[in-house]
């Protein structure tokens, strides 16, 4: 998008509403192909963001929300179901002198190619809205790599050497971030939903530190950082401000009323339709009634946008979605 600056100064003065579901899966579906096929194949997995787009035009464009991308480079196993979401299997790092010897991979390694691929591909295609890459947070990947049980009793019990794994990851993302600038995207949503199990100090100081790096160094008028958080209960909405986000993204765990009191009106704040109970599993009329509830709760804000508390899941019914946007519809018009 040429102006990401003017596209952000004009959601703020509209009264109508927009919407930015983070949503591949069933784009997906549309062209016939594998959630396998397409988190494996950059080329694919763009096709299934331009079916998607044609086919609901929301007011962005969002990747898929992989979180075994970036474990796998550094040389996790990852499994790959054929129409289910990627995971990490096993621990990469047995004990901190793993931490120690760990090498921060290239960004030849494993997928990192595809999704870079994907998003210059969507870059280069969408240019009348934002394109929105994805990737990783610094917390979340370590627990992938440690293991998420442990990496939260190193950090209490030895935060040396977890902050070193901790940096180590950020220093990967930084490198990664910057090559997903360059394929000419509009911004990242770096989801960090492991953070949320920890206090608004623990996020402070083991996730949004290192956040609050990858911010400062990439985030400009044209380029925005959304921080994902849906382990967020409003617990650690303080912490995930401090990382200097333009924007930040939040899950249905979280009272969307108190997060959006919480934050400046300059910062924009999405959220946090249940992607499983509503999108997948409600009906038309649940998700119709659900997502106009939402909507004039938030009305105050106009620095709210609507979206899925998290990335929609595989087989997400196509009647549930129109059902989403013909409810926004429904409450602009009556605006």
């Keep these: 998008m040429e102006n990401l600056k003017l596209w952000k100064e004009q959601l703020l003065k509209r009264k109508e509403r927009l919407a930015i579901p983070i949503m591949t899966h069933p784009g997906i579906e549309i062209i016939g192909k594998t959630v396998k096929q397409a988190v494996c194949d950059g ?46 299997t096993g621990r990469l790092l047995e004990d901190e002198e793993a931490i120690e010897k760990l090498q921060v991979p290239g960004l030849t390694k494993g997928r990192i190619s595809q999704y870079l691929l994907a998003n210059k591909l969507s870059a280069e295609y969408f240019r009348d809205k934002p394109v929105f890459a994805g990737c990783i947070g610094p917390f979340s990947l370590a627990g992938r790599l440690y293991d998420m049980s442990e990496i939260m009793m190193l950090c209490y019990s030895e935060p040396e050497p977890a902050g070193v794994l901790l940096q180590k990851c950020t220093d990967f993302l930084m490198a990664y971030c910057s090559e997903l600038k360059n394929t000419g995207v509009d911004g990242i949503v770096i989801a960090e939903p492991a953070a949320g199990l920890l206090s608004n100090d623990g996020c402070y100081e083991f996730s949004s530190v290192y956040v609050k790096q990858i911010v400062e160094a ?34 249905n765990k979280a009272d969307m009323e108190q997060v959006l009191s919480q934050c400046p009106p300059d910062v924009l704040v999405w959220g946090n339709l249940d992607p499983v109970g509503m999108f997948k599993q409600s009906t038309e009329e649940g998700i119709r009634m659900g997502t106009l509830e939402l909507l004039r709760k938030t009305s105050g804000y106009r620095n709210y946008i609507l979206s899925s508390g998290c990335d929609t899941p595989p087989h997400t019914p196509e009647e549930n979605i129109r059902a989403f946007f013909s409810a926004l519809k429904e409450y602009n018009t009556s605006l």
């Excluded at 963001?49 to 007011?59: D, M, R, T, V």
């Excluded at 464009?61 to 790959?80: C, N, Q, R």
């Design 218 to 251: 990439l985030q400009d008028e044209q380029f925005m950082i959304i921080l994902h958080n849906c382990g967020n209960t409003g617990h650690c909405t303080e912490a995930m401000l401090a990382t200097g986000a333009g924007s930040i993204h939040v899950g």
């Design 43 to 88: 080329q694919v997995h763009f096709e299934a963001i331009k079916a998607l787009n044609e086919q609901f035009s929301p007011a962005a464009t969002t990747v898929i929300m992989d979180l075994t991308v970036e474990a796998e480079a550094f040389g996790a196993t990852v499994i790959f179901p054929e129409d289910e979401i990627p995971s990490v």
